[in-house]
């Protein structure tokens, strides 16, 4: 995934259509949109940082799950890293190590409810079927409760030859997904021709999300808690 925040307008979209293509229940969102300034006021300007799993190739999550659950959280050969919803679900010792050890805070527990709880009728689409990692699912049935939950590329869409529903919503086109290895794709191409760079690179994880735009960030003036992840690199 290419993410130019130079175009990125800041509307959120992106994560509402993630919140729908994935029917996430109330409290559980597997992308956000930070936000934070940049330079002082005459050249004031709005930074919009958008950010989901990175689909790391050195996965820390992985790492700290494997220790009490094998096969918890696996990666997959073309590079998406996959949650085991049932095996984490009965493994609370892999769920809070995988979440302590993401740096990028893009894990989220499924506390199941809907939100259309206490209203006459559950909406159909909070019930209806989903379809993640290759498993049909549906949140009525519970088979996503209890356990943790994250971006997931959206493999069942590309498996269908469509882009992830993010990527295909932005209306500012400013996310890329594609085949790194196929020097032909859009992606490769954006990535020979632009600088680009990743999320706390230091720290080993070789994210699969690549940034462009905004690569000095110290000029970031004002930090909030919605821009943490915006200005600890
Ligand atoms: S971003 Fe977090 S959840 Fe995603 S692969 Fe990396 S460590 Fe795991
Ligand atoms: S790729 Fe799919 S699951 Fe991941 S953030 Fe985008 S819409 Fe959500």
Same mark, same amino acid.
């Given at each position: 995934?290419?993410?130019?925040?130079?175009?990125?307008?800041?509307?959120?979209?992106?994560?509402?259509?993630?919140?729908?293509?994935?029917?996430?229940?109330?409290?559980?969102?597997?992308?956000?949109?930070?936000?934070?300034?940049?330079?002082?006021?005459?050249?004031?300007?709005?930074?919009?940082?958008?950010?989901?799993?990175?689909?790391?190739?050195?996965?820390?999550?992985?790492?700290?799950?494997?220790?009490? @659950? *094998? !096969?918890? +959280?696996? $990666?997959?050969?073309?590079?998406?890293?996959?949650?085991?919803?049932?095996? &984490?679900?009965?493994?609370?010792?892999?769920?809070?190590?995988?979440?302590?050890?993401?740096?990028?805070?893009?894990?989220?527990?499924?506390?199941?409810?809907?939100?259309?709880?206490?209203?006459?009728?559950?909406?159909?689409?909070?019930?209806?079927?989903?379809?993640?990692?290759?498993?049909?699912?549906?949140?009525?049935?519970?088979? @996503? *409760? !209890?356990? +943790?939950? $994250?971006?997931?590329?959206?493999?069942?869409?590309?498996?269908?030859?469509? &882009?992830?529903?993010?990527?295909?919503?932005?209306?500012?086109?400013?996310?890329?997904?594609?085949?790194?290895?196929?020097?032909?794709?859009?992606?490769?191409?954006?990535?020979?021709?632009?600088?680009?760079?990743?999320?706390?690179?230091?720290?080993?994880?070789?994210?699969?999300?690549?940034?462009?735009?905004?690569?000095?960030r110290t000029k970031i003036s004002v930090a909030t808690?919605?821009?943490?992840?915006?200005?600890?690199?």
């Open positions: 995934m290419v993410i130019d925040t130079r175009k990125c307008v800041g509307d959120h979209a992106c994560a509402v259509s993630c919140m729908a293509e994935n029917v996430c229940p109330p409290k559980t969102a597997y992308r956000k949109v930070f936000e934070t300034e940049f330079n002082s006021f005459p050249e004031l300007d709005r930074f919009f940082m958008p950010t989901n799993c990175q689909h790391c190739d050195n996965p820390p999550c992985k790492k700290a799950a494997d220790k009490s @659950t *094998k !096969g918890a +959280i696996e $990666k997959r050969k073309d590079g998406i890293v996959v949650f085991n919803y049932a095996k &984490l679900a009965k493994s609370p010792k892999a769920k809070e190590a995988a979440k302590k050890a993401c740096p990028y805070y893009a894990i989220v527990d499924d506390k199941a409810g809907f939100y259309t709880d206490g209203t006459p009728v559950l909406e159909p689409y909070e019930t209806r079927d989903f379809y993640e990692y290759d498993k049909k699912l549906n949140r009525k049935r519970g088979d @996503t *409760k !209890g356990s +943790i939950r $994250k971006c997931t590329f959206c493999l069942h869409r590309l498996e269908s030859g469509m &882009l992830p529903a993010c990527v295909g919503t932005c209306i500012g086109r400013a996310m890329y997904f594609g085949d790194k290895n196929d020097p032909e794709s859009l992606v490769s191409e954006l990535l020979k021709k632009e600088k680009t760079w990743n999320l706390k690179a230091g720290l080993g994880t070789q994210p699969r999300v690549y940034y462009i735009g905004y690569e000095d808690p919605a821009s943490c992840i915006a200005c600890h690199q």
